[in-house]
């Protein structure tokens, strides 16, 4: 079977530093061109993918032949735009997250999807990784009992002025940036969705969110989170049951932030550790990617799913007080 052959608009750094490795690494991938106008910024892919095509716009990009699928690591605003070119020229689209601003956004997608019979997806590389696809299997097997609540943070610290994580124009905000993994990390190991958000305690810096403390109801259990780009860097999640907790200590940036491990404590004082050094969930999430497309076997992380958690942000938002 022939690999997928990759393309990525735009030479961020996030796409240099983990993306472009990742698609160039991958079974069933190949990384053969980029989109810049920056030599400079080609050459950074280039080290580690000799003889990529460089063109120097994005819709060169898409009107090469020779290009599948896209990889979309544009600034968030330009999401949607581009992901609708890239499947309107007829290739698969992988964009990073958030794909979308507001969740009725991800309805054009769908349809555009559907239309073009092209896969597209967001990046979000978390369910691809081994630690959560156990978690799953743990708390929807009743390893903790029945589930109670569950407790999310992610922070780190950035108060650059010139980051477009701080930019309101480019879709700034922790919520956007970090919160997708808070919240839909909850949703995807429980497969609930929540149904009110009691408390939403948002701090506004030009006017994206840098703080963010939230409580939500779900159908089974309530679910606490704090999101922030104020504060120093802390990671991780707790399923917390009857019967048993269950905890990640370094959930979203798996082996860079930390190991990725699992503890389960159950009664009896009996804990278990589980540990996966060395995974790299981006490569895990070209490849099921890759295997999608190549074979229509389902893949993890649907738009429909991406939808879901997008749905979860406008809602805190809305009881934060403030527009999403």
Same mark, same amino acid.
């Given at each position: 079977m022939k690999p997928l052959r990759w393309g990525i608009l735009g030479a961020a750094n996030f796409a240099r530093k983990h993306m472009g490795p990742a698609i160039h690494a991958a079974k069933g991938a190949e990384l053969a061109a980029l989109a810049t106008s920056s030599p400079q910024k080609a050459a950074g892919f280039e080290a580690f993918a000799p003889g990529i095509r460089v063109h120097d716009s994005y819709d060169a990009l898409l009107a090469d032949p020779a290009i599948d699928a896209v990889y979309i690591p544009l600034p968030n605003h330009l999401h949607v735009e581009w992901s609708l070119k890239a499947l309107a020229a007829g290739k698969h689209v992988l964009c990073e997250k958030?794909? $979308? #601003?507001q969740a009725d956004e991800f309805d054009q997608l769908i349809a555009a999807r559907d239309a073009s019979g092209k #896969?597209? @997806?967001? &990046?979000?590389m978390i369910v691809h990784h081994p630690q959560f696809i156990r978690t799953r299997e743990l708390v929807q097997g009743g390893a903790i009992g029945k589930l109670v609540h569950? *407790?999310? $943070? /992610?922070s780190f610290f950035n108060d650059d002025a010139n980051n477009i994580r701080n930019k309101p124009e480019a879709g700034g905000g922790g919520l956007r940036d970090i919160g997708v993994y808070t919240f839909g990390s909850a949703r995807f190991v429980t497969g609930q969705e929540p149904v009110a958000i009691p408390y939403a305690k948002l701090r506004m810096d030009n006017d994206v969110d840098? /703080? &963010?403390?939230?409580? @939500? *109801? /779900? &159908? *089974?259990f309530t679910y606490t989170a704090t999101v922030s780009m104020r504060m120093f860097p802390r990671q991780e999640i707790t399923f917390h049951g009857d019967k048993g907790v269950l905890k990640l200590t370094c959930p979203f940036n798996a082996n860079d932030f930390d190991a990725a491990t699992l503890t389960l404590e159950t009664e009896g004082q009996t804990v278990t550790t589980e540990r996966w050094p060395g995974v790299n969930q981006y490569v895990l999430q070209v490849e099921n990617f890759c295997n999608a497309v190549q074979t229509g076997a389902a893949y993890?992380?649907?738009l429909e799913f991406s939808r879901g958690t997008q749905q979860m942000i406008d809602m805190v938002f809305a009881a934060g007080g403030q527009r999403a």
């Open positions: 958030p794909m $979308t #601003l #896969l597209a @997806a967001e &990046a979000y569950v *407790d999310a $943070t /992610f840098v /703080f &963010a403390q939230v409580s @939500a *109801d /779900f &159908a *089974d993890p992380c649907p």
